[in-house]
C-alpha cells in the first residue's frame, strides 16, 4: 500500500514557476514508476510526465515538454515536478501517481493516486 500526498501548488503568474512535490508513504516506494497527471474544470484527467522506478528514463506530454522536469530522491520517498514558463493552460488540480506495472502515459494502469494540488496561472 502505498499512500502519496502532493504538495507546493498555488497561484503564479503566466511566465512563472512552480515545484510540486509528492511524498509517499511505504518502505517500497523505490519499486514503483511514478508519474502526474492534471485534470483542468470541464475537461478529462491528462498525462503530464512520468518516470521509472530508478529515475533513468521519463517521458512527457508535448504540452509540456521543455518547460516541465520530473525527477525522484528515493530516498526521501518523494518526486518531484518542476514546472517553468506556465501558462493559463496549465491551470489544472495536479495529481501524481504510483504504478508498479509498465505503462507510463496511461492513467490506468497506476495503482495509487494522491488527493491532488491546485495549480492557478494566471494571464
Known amino acids: 500500500q502505498v499512500q502519496l500526498v502532493e504538495s507546493g501548488g498555488g497561484l503564479v503568474q503566466a511566465g512563472g514557476s512552480l515545484r510540486l512535490s509528492c511524498a509517499a508513504s511505504?518502505?517500497?516506494?523505490?519499486?514503483?514508476?511514478m508519474g502526474w497527471f492534471r485534470q483542468a474544470p470541464g475537461k478529462e484527467r491528462e498525462f503530464v510526465a512520468a518516470?521509472?522506478?530508478?529515475?533513468?528514463?521519463?517521458t512527457y506530454a508535448d504540452s509540456v515538454k521543455d518547460r516541465f522536469t520530473i525527477s525522484r530522491d528515493n530516498a526521501k520517498n518523494t518526486v518531484y515536478l518542476q514546472m517553468n514558463s506556465l501558462k493559463p493552460e496549465d491551470t489544472a488540480v495536479y495529481y501524481c501517481?504510483?504504478?508498479?506495472?509498465?505503462?507510463?502515459?496511461?492513467?490506468?494502469?497506476?495503482?495509487?493516486w494522491g488527493q491532488g494540488t491546485q495549480v492557478t496561472v494566471s494571464s
Open positions: 501517481a504510483a504504478r508498479s506495472g509498465p505503462g507510463m502515459v496511461n492513467g490506468r494502469y497506476y495503482d495509487y
Open positions: 511505504g518502505p517500497t516506494f523505490s519499486r514503483y514508476g
Open positions: 518516470i521509472v522506478w530508478s529515475g533513468g528514463r521519463t
